[in-house]
């Protein structure tokens, strides 16, 4: 017991390490919020320019050319990726990559709820499946960046552009922390509670061209619930792209959104924010390094995700994790730093923009602290 390190002088200012909701923006309170448009319709002059202005915000942000929709859909990013899976597939074979929770639970959609037979290539956590193998006469389905295991795609450079089939990215931990060629993407989804700091709730559908053309031209052998609908009469339904949105949106989530865009334009951007994320990324990257029993579950670094950055801890089992979870929420030095349920034990911890870096590099001592107190828990 004599060598139990004492509690660390410095706690991170703001100990939220969440991957989801993340943490808000820095400098974020509620009284920063825009409330006119509370308490009025949706579609009153006034919410229809609030919604717009969020879409304006994103597409400018996200660098969306010209050619590619964005819209506010329902049900958060799970609501959006659904919305297309349900709206879209079944017109060509499909395939579905899966190395993680969420992939996993597209490729439960497509098997058990929309009984499509997909071609499943699957990877185990800490990996990435051969990208080379996919066959792209299919539709296929990935998520961006795995966030349950710390693993993303490296690039879209593995999508062709002469593609036959449409690839979806459930981009949800993705989008404003990686460089996305949007020529590659046809569809992808995020809500604005990962990168952003926002809320959940809604999610953002974007579409490229030819997914409004499977859209127009398919109809899916299926029935389709109201908040999935995006086509009336053989024609996109162009207002969900303009801020009119399916069904009632939350506007407190969308000012909530509005703030966190105009922070992320007054931080330099998409490339102020991924500077941001890289930033945190390196400075866990050095905390692991210093140490032995810290490890990366993702093996390849290419690969290795800078937002949902998920590590191994020597000898730990899942009730280790949650003692050492546990201990560093009740000192108030790290939130919600648990591995993801389904995932290997381990921590993961939110690299994302609205994290600063130097809650990230405060962050090391108390890992140090944690580690050295439930192992002598344990032992005792
Ligand atoms: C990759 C990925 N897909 C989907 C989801 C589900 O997102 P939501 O709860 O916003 O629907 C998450 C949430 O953590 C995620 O990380």
């Not at 086509?231 to 339904?237: A, D």
């Not at 191994?312 to 009730?319: H, M, R, W």
């Amino acid at each position: 017991m004599t060598d139990l390190p004492g509690l660390p002088a410095t706690k991170p200012a703001r100990p939220y390490f969440s991957s989801g909701p993340c943490a808000k923006p820095p400098g974020w309170s509620p009284e920063k919020l825009d409330t006119a448009v509370l308490g009025r319709s949706h579609r009153s002059k006034l919410g229809k320019t609030r919604l717009q202005y969020a879409i304006d915000l994103m597409r400018e942000l996200l660098k969306l050319p010209e050619t590619h929709r964005i819209g506010i859909v329902p049900g958060s990013d799970t609501g959006a990726f659904e919305m297309a899976m349900w709206t879209m597939l079944g017109a060509k074979p499909v395939t579905t990559l899966a190395w993680e929770s969420f992939g996993e639970g597209w490729v439960t959609d497509a098997v058990k709820q929309l009984k499509i037979d997909p071609t499943v290539i699957r990877a185990d956590y800490g990996h990435l499946p051969d990208l080379a193998a996919v066959d792209w006469s299919n539709d296929v389905l990935f998520t961006w960046n795995g966030t349950t295991s710390g693993v993303r795609v490296p690039d879209a450079n593995w999508i062709p552009d002469d593609r036959e089939g449409l690839s979806f990215a459930d981009a949800t931990s993705g989008v404003f922390a990686y460089e996305i060629d949007w020529t590659k993407i046809d569809v992808a989804t995020f809500s604005w509670q990962k990168v952003l700091g926002g809320e959940g709730g809604h999610g953002v559908l974007i579409l490229g061209p030819r997914a409004v053309e499977r859209l127009e031209s398919y109809t899916p052998a299926w029935p389709l619930p109201k908040v999935f609908r995006l086509v009336s009469k053989g024609k996109l339904t162009e207002g969900v792209f303009k801020g009119e949105t399916i069904n009632t949106p939350s506007m407190l989530a969308v000012e909530d959104a509005i703030l966190a865009l105009e922070w992320a334009k007054s931080v330099g951007g998409a490339d102020g924010l991924i500077a941001r994320s890289d930033a945190n990324a390196a400075a866990l990257g050095k905390i692991v390094a210093e140490r032995p029993w810290l490890g990366h579950l993702a093996t390849d670094e290419a690969s290795r995700s800078r937002t949902s950055v998920c590590l191994t801890v020597e000898g730990a089992d899942e009730a280790f994790v949650k003692a050492f979870a546990a201990l560093l929420e009740k000192a108030d030095a790290a939130y919600d730093i648990a591995g993801y349920r389904d995932a290997p034990a381990g921590l993961r911890i939110w690299c994302g923009a609205t994290v600063d870096t130097a809650d990230i590099e405060a962050l090391g001592p108390w890992l140090d602290w944690a580690y050295a107190t439930v192992r002598a828990q344990l032992a005792a």
